[in-house]
């Protein structure tokens, strides 16, 4: 386990000593968590577009009894909205009592899944970004919420995420693990591509509803539903949403997350911004390692 040594696992020892809830949801959620039949997965490495597609789905699974004018979306912060295994698990119990369908959101690893979802008749949404993106969003983000990473240089944090250290573990091995397991499975898995998602929101939309078995019907389709819930989760919308750019996530935490730092630039390409011409060719050749023979199209 090479990534147990960077400063990001600092902070999730932190927030383990501090809460008993981190290091400690993950383990108790792998132990105790038990699968339903209709439970879709949200799965992502951070800072892939997590907070978008929980914005989307729960748009799209809630759309009978909230438009855009009326979803809780405004008032609420998407990760809210979409429970995370490995924090609320007694909330996504509390909901499998009332619920026959329910998406829960995770960045554990394929192969640090509950067994009890691994068994079951899961449905997987994987949605991944451009390693380039995802090291430069990834260094901003726990800049702002690990003490130890404050004065932590772009170079450092760059050498440590490929290295593999980083607190969901390698970047390679998150995709590649749910991209394997796909392989044996390939009907229970959408993968989402974020670049894709940008650049054709439409049909991605309309396939992450089709695969979470909440399809458009011709009248919705005619009526508008499809836009109408992008421009609702669009990033331009949610990030200019007050309780977006106020208040905490989680604020009984000592280190809670502001929730404006879940919306940052979200732009393509930030990454030119800061690799230096060898910054690129490591990735670059990283990747090709990496994800070469998977057939794995990495923008
Ligand atoms: P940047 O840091 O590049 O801006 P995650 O949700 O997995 O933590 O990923 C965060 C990244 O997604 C951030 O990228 C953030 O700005 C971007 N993001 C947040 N909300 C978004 C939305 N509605 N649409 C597109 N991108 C979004």
Redesign the pocket.
Known sequence: CSWLKGRFTLYKYQEAWNHEDWLDGEIFAQQNFIAHPNDVFLC????????????LTFAIVTREKFDESTSPLLKTL?HRCIPFLEKDLVRIEESHKNSSFLPVNTHLQYNSLPESIITSNYKIVY?Y?NMK?VI??YY??MKEIVIPMENASFEEAFDEFCEGISSCGPYWDHILGYWKASLSRPKRFLFLK?ED??EDPTSNVKRLAEFIGRPFTIEEEKANVIEKIITL???E???NLDVNKSGKHRPEECNAVENRL??????DG?WKNYFTQEMIEKVDKLIDEKFGVTGLVLK
């Open positions: 992502s490495y951070p800072k892939s577009g997590t907070t978008w597609l929980k914005a998407p949605i970004r993106d430069v969003s901003h983000f974020y998602m940008k989760c669009s990033f919308n949610l990030s879940f919306f940052r630039k979200a732009k930030d």
